[in-house]
């Protein structure tokens, strides 16, 4: 028998980020049931960090994590966590109401966003067919994200104060004991204070296994791939490039393209796989904007984005029972919201105040906490 003040399931960005800031107060196990930690979701991202991307709370906890990655711990990384990239939305006369949308937020959380001609996009992004596009909105702030660097940072610092990590470990059961948990996994047997839900995709099912009601949590198929840019194209200084309803987005990555079809299909949790017609639909809405044919596809695959109903995270205790801590729903933002939302879940489990900085910034406890869908 294990005992630990704290069991997290799930060793993906959330889970590790949990466990990293729990580490120094308390006993950390954390337990991801795949060979290897950041298999799903974190293994498959677009690695942007752009503080302008996703809802209100979203931006405020991204704005948050942005000085960890700017300048992480002594010993953190070996490489810097973020590089210079730039996210640059583009759209039509008929979608001027998005831009619209997109100054607000912009104004709403004080971040820069420049307005662009065609002529200006085109001079950033010179393959943008003319006539494509009639503007442009880039946000300056975007950033490349080291997600592996930033994963193993993580589970490095959490190590060194003590936290175990055990992969090939599926949860099997999770039953109350007094006042903590006894959790069952594939070889191991946990005596644990607090449980921490850091499952992605596999959250409700998680939650079933404690005879938890599921919050609704929903996982999306989102689907990518790498092709070939033009020779000669000098893609390193290239934004990455999103349309306006978000429908497809492409950007540099090691020497190629990275696309995407941008969809949000409805999934079981499962190790999702790309489909062809997802990928030819995407090359098909890509090649509309750009000048040049994508004629060789070289890798492709699918992750899973879980979202909550509302669309916001879920991140605190489990109002029926307790001692069960979802962490979850954190959809396509878990890698740029890894820092503060793990700061965010080590405070309301140590029963210590929200972090200034995210208090500042006018988050509050109650816009994470999974009482908002049980009403």
Known sequence: MIEVDVCVIGGGMAGASVAYHLAQNARVLLLEREPHVGYHSTGRSAALYSPQYGSLAIRRLTAATGPFLRDPPPGFASTALLTPRGFLTIGTRDELESLASLESLARATSSPLERLTEAEVRALVPVIRTGAIDWGALDPGAMDMDVDALLQGFLRGARAHGTQVATGEEVMSLERDGAGWLVHSSTLKI??????????????????????????????????????????????????????????????????????????????????????LDVAIAVDRIEQV????????????????????????????????????????????????????????????????????????????????????RA
């Open 191 to 276: 005596r644990a204070g607090i449980v921490v839900n850091a499952s992605g995709a596999w959250a409700d099912p998680t939650a079933a296994l404690a005879d938890i009601a599921p919050l609704g949590l929903v996982p999306y198929r989102r689907t990518a791939f790498n092709f070939d840019a033009p020779q000669h194209a000098n893609t390193s200084t290239w934004p990455m490039v999103i349309d306006a309803g978000e429908r497809f987005y492409f950007k540099a990555d090691a020497g190629r393209l990275l696309g995407s079809l941008a969809e949000e299909e409805p999934s079981r949790p499962c190790d999702a796989q790309p489909e062809d």
């Open 290 to 373: 750009i000048d040049f044919p994508i004629q060789r596809i070289v890798r492709a695959w699918t992750g899973l984005r879980t979202f909550a109903p509302d669309r916001d995270p879920v991140s605190g205790f489990e109002p029926s029972i307790p001692g069960f801590y979802w962490h979850a729903a954190i959809g396509g933002y878990g890698i740029q919201t890894s820092a503060a939302l793990g700061e965010f879940a080590a405070a309301r489990i140590l029963g210590r105040p929200l972090p200034a900085p995210l208090a500042e910034l006018g988050l509050s406890n109650a816009d994470l906490d999974p009482a908002r869908l």
